[in-house]
């Protein structure tokens, strides 16, 4: 599957409004550390509208926890990206995000991106605020029309993992809950080493989903 592809699919999966394949309900985390290395920023801005569209409707079903196990796998430029995207969550409003623009900002220190936009452009458009910050040099980006979202019922009703967030909070028994409901793992073992949690917090509620007869 080409890169492009499966950012379609990964986005479309959490309710933006692309043609996609729904074999696989993606979590948030994954969408974005799949936009943030895909390397279509900054060169093409539709696709970070996107991306800004939904996380102002919906950052705070973002786990923060699990999105700090992915970083350490995310090269500078890509962690500068994700950096200036938890600044515009901040914005938002969401201040968990503080959390991921904190360990960016220590992982990255002293190194210089060459992400940039043109100088004409740049003359012409002036600066993101949120990007320079970290280094990056583009023209201001916005989110998209919500209208490039599906309705929010439609998306909790077709993603399991915004679904659970909704009914447990976003955080790890939300997760576990959607690993046993989707069959990703049959352990408590496999759920850990999925979700990037601890073995003792993985076991501890996949045991007590089990009791109370989730998903079977």
Request: aromatic share 10%.
């Amino acid at each position: 599957m080409k890169r492009n592809d499966l950012l379609r699919d990964q986005w479309g999966s959490l309710g933006v409004a692309f043609t996609f394949s729904e074999k696989n309900e993606c979590d948030p985390e994954t969408a974005l550390v799949g936009f943030v290395t895909s390397s279509e920023f900054p060169e093409d801005k539709k696709m970070v509208s996107i991306v800004l569209v939904w996380l102002k409707e919906y950052s705070t079903f973002v786990h923060i926890e699990k999105l700090k196990s992915s970083l350490q796998n995310l090269g500078k430029d890509e962690l500068l990206i994700l950096g200036a995207l938890a600044s515009k969550c901040i914005r938002f409003g969401d201040y968990r995000w503080r959390t991921i623009e904190k360990l960016v900002l220590q992982k990255t220190k002293g190194y210089k991106s060459t992400l940039s936009d043109s100088e004409v452009l740049l003359k012409r458009q002036g600066c993101d605020e949120d990007f320079l910050r970290f280094g990056i040099r583009v023209v201001p980006v916005f989110p998209e029309d919500p209208k490039k979202l599906l309705v929010r019922s439609r998306i909790f009703k077709m993603n399991s993992w915004l679904r659970h967030r909704l009914l447990f909070g976003t955080n790890l028994r939300a997760d576990i809950a959607t690993t046993k409901f989707l069959k990703l793992t049959d352990t408590a073992y496999g759920a850990a080493k999925l979700l990037g949690c601890s073995i003792n917090a993985a076991y501890r509620n996949w045991n007590d989903l089990t009791e109370a007869g989730w998903a079977g």
